[in-house]
């Protein structure tokens, strides 16, 4: 968080402001009532002292007026001025000058100034009164005691119509009493005006920290909320602005949260989407660098996320040599890649769609990667299986085509070649026959239309009876001379097992044909019966040609021959086994081969077998 400055904080600006307010409010009203209130004092003071020298202009006229009309009463004038002068004096009143129109001094209440009497006034207020006959007035600072003193000079005018100046009156008084006393209310003012700066700073400070305390936790929970923390909530201090915007930050604080708990949930979901799909997922900036790769994708790809991460989409693909981002911007058209893994090669096919805004602006791309190995592998198969049919039927319709032509062009008249001939496409069309049986076999077995026919069979029996079977065909006038030997180890007790007797005779017999097939020069063909675990294994060896290494998976596939022609010679159509090994799967069971090449070969038959206790029997 930022720390903020003290000049800079809400705070300080309040207090500054509402005290500077106070200051000048003070200033304004303090300048202008003191400044009123001297010059009322002032006036007050001044107007009491005309009053007084009006009144005492009153008293001292008659005086004055028997003072010129010249009776001998000098003495009794003298004194009655001078007890009037002391009457007034006081109060104030510095000095009481009485002067006669001829300016020489009548009188003074200064008992220091007495010489004075008798004498000519040189004071030049005076004589400018008694020249104009109009009062004059004067402020000044006396230099001894440095106070000021207000002075006042009256003309003492006959009444009647002459208006004669019958002499002045002199009156200085100190004023500086009234000066005092506006200066001690100033100061009363100035002490009350700093006792309400200060009281108005503190009550500042708290109304400011009232609206900042709030302001600072709204800080304090905004920058929380902007920080991811939303737990918090402001205390709601009133029902103020500051209150309403307290809640309306809880109930955006409350909003956010919920807003990122959906997100998240959101992001989980799309994780876990991501997380789970069969299919892989790569997502792009617009510049074609990953920025999502799912679990799936890695896999597929045989990559680590922070490998791929910020590559480019075409090298992780392993395609930019032949497309471009801008082709596949542009067309958006499924790439199929082949990766080549340790096991086998996985083929993935490559879904590209544009991550786009409303404006058009193209912001990344997603692509879906889908392993499509077996989908290509089914259509190979489905391929081969087609021109494998077309081949196998072909061969015989060929050869006997040939044969039939040859007869028609007149064969058919030699008695030597013609049963032959004919014995030929007999027996091709029995291939055909047989060939055809099996695929409809197939079929059934791949649309699931074959059903099992299951019985509980002793297996020991069943395979006892094949093996009998086999023994009187191999005492036949067509093998005797090859001198067959068959070799049969069962075990003594019954082996119970569900299956579906004719189908696993089937088996049997196509691996015992196999084992005469493909061991031209006789020898002994063995079968062993054996329990191991919860299975029952039947295998069959024979001493024939064997099976190379190679080939030994595929002799299972339908058409797939280790020697086509010797194969197709002995009317085989590659088909046995591939029906043998579902048949045997469609009973749960495995069927697979061992062969040295030269040798011989031996087949395994596994089949569930689950041991019936004695007693059950009983
Ligand atoms: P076919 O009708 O050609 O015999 P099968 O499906 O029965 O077809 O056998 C597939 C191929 O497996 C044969 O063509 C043969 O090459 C090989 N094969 C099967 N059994 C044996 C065996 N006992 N010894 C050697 N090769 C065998």
């Not at 000021?148 to 009156?171: F, H, N, S, T």
């Not at 032949?322 to 086998?344: A, F, H």
């Not at 039939?404 to 030597?416: F, I, N, R």
């Not at 020898?523 to 019966?529: L, R």
Request: with cysteine; hydrophobic share 40%.
């Amino acid at each position: 968080m930022k720390k903020i400055r003290i000049y800079q904080s809400i705070n300080t600006k309040i207090v500054f402001v509402i005290v500077m307010l106070l200051i000048f409010a003070l200033q304004l009203i303090g300048a202008n009532f003191i400044t009123q209130l001297e010059r009322e004092s002032v006036e007050t003071y001044q107007n009491d002292r005309h009053t007084q020298i009006d009144f005492l202009e009153s008293t001292i006229q008659p005086l004055l007026l028997t003072d010129q009309n010249g009776t001998d009463e000098e003495i009794d004038i003298e004194t009655e001025v001078s007890s009037l002068l002391a009457e007034f004096s006081g109060n104030g009143i510095t000095e009481i000058q009485l002067v006669g129109s001829d300016s020489f001094v009548l009188g003074t209440s200064d008992s220091t100034q007495q010489t004075l009497v008798g004498q000519l006034s040189n004071d030049t207020d005076i004589r400018q009164a008694l020249v104009v006959g109009e009062r004059v007035t004067r402020q000044y600072v006396d230099p001894g005691t440095n106070t000021r003193r207000w002075k006042i000079v009256a003309p003492v005018i006959a009444d009647g119509e002459d208006q004669a100046i019958l002499g002045a009156i002199m009156m200085e008084s100190n004023i500086e009493a009234v000066y005092n006393q506006v200066s001690d209310i100033t100061w009363i003012f100035l002490n009350s005006s700093l006792l309400a700066i200060v009281l108005s700073l503190i009550l500042a400070n708290m109304v400011s920290r009232a609206l900042t305390t709030p302001i600072k936790e709204m800080q304090k929970q905004t920058e929380a909320i902007a920080g991811g923390d939303y737990s918090g909530q402001l205390t709601v201090y009133g029902e103020d602005e500051l209150g309403h915007l307290a809640l309306s930050i809880n109930d955006l604080s409350n909003r956010v949260s919920e807003a990122q708990e959906s997100i998240e949930s959101e992001r989980r979901r799309l994780d876990s989407v991501l997380t789970h799909m069969t299919d892989g997922v790569i997502a792009t900036d617009r510049r074609g660098k990953v920025v999502i790769v799912n679990d799936m994708a890695q896999t597929m790809l045989e990559i680590q996320a922070e490998d791929a991460l910020g590559q480019n989409i075409l090298t992780l693909l392993r395609v930019e040599e032949e497309v471009t981002l801008r082709n596949i911007l542009e067309n958006q058209e499924d790439l199929m890649i082949t990766v080549k893994s340790e096991e086998s090669p996985t083929i993935l096919r490559v879904s590209f769609s544009l991550i786009q805004r409303e404006s058009g602006f193209i912001s990344g791309m997603v692509c879906v990667l889908h392993d499509v190995t077996e989908q290509e592998k089914i259509e190979r198969e489905r391929k081969e299986f087609v021109s494998n049919v077309s081949h196998e039927l072909r061969t015989p319709l060929t050869s006997m085509r040939s044969y039939l032509e040859a007869l028609a062009d007149g064969a058919w008249k030699d008695p030597e070649i013609a049963p032959h001939f004919l014995e030929v496409t007999q027996s091709e069309t029995d291939r055909m026959i047989r060939m055809i049986q099996d695929l409809l076999h197939l079929s059934r077995i791949d649309s699931g239309r074959s059903h099992l026919e299951l019985e509980i069979v002793n297996l020991t029996e069943l395979i006892h009876h094949v093996f009998s079977r086999f023994e009187m065909l191999l005492n036949s006038s067509e093998y005797k001379e090859k001198n067959y030997q068959l070799k049969l180890e069962l075990l003594d007790e019954p082996v119970w097992v569900e299956i579906d007797a004719d189908r696993i005779i089937q088996v049997f017999d196509n691996i015992l044909n196999n084992a005469i097939k493909y061991s031209p020069d006789g020898g002994t063909i063995s079968g062993k019966m054996r329990i191991i675990q919860k299975r029952v294994i039947i295998s069959i060896s024979d001493q024939g040609m064997g099976i190379p290494k190679a080939d030994l998976q595929k002799i299972f596939s339908r058409f797939y021959r280790v020697d086509g022609a010797r194969s197709r010679a002995m009317g085989g159509s590659g088909l046995g086994l591939a029906i043998s090994k579902e048949v045997i799967e469609q009973h749960s069971g495995r069927i697979w081969a061992e062969s040295t090449e030269g040798k011989g070969t031996t087949f395994y038959v596994s089949l569930p077998f689950v041991p019936v206790e004695e007693e059950e029997w009983e």
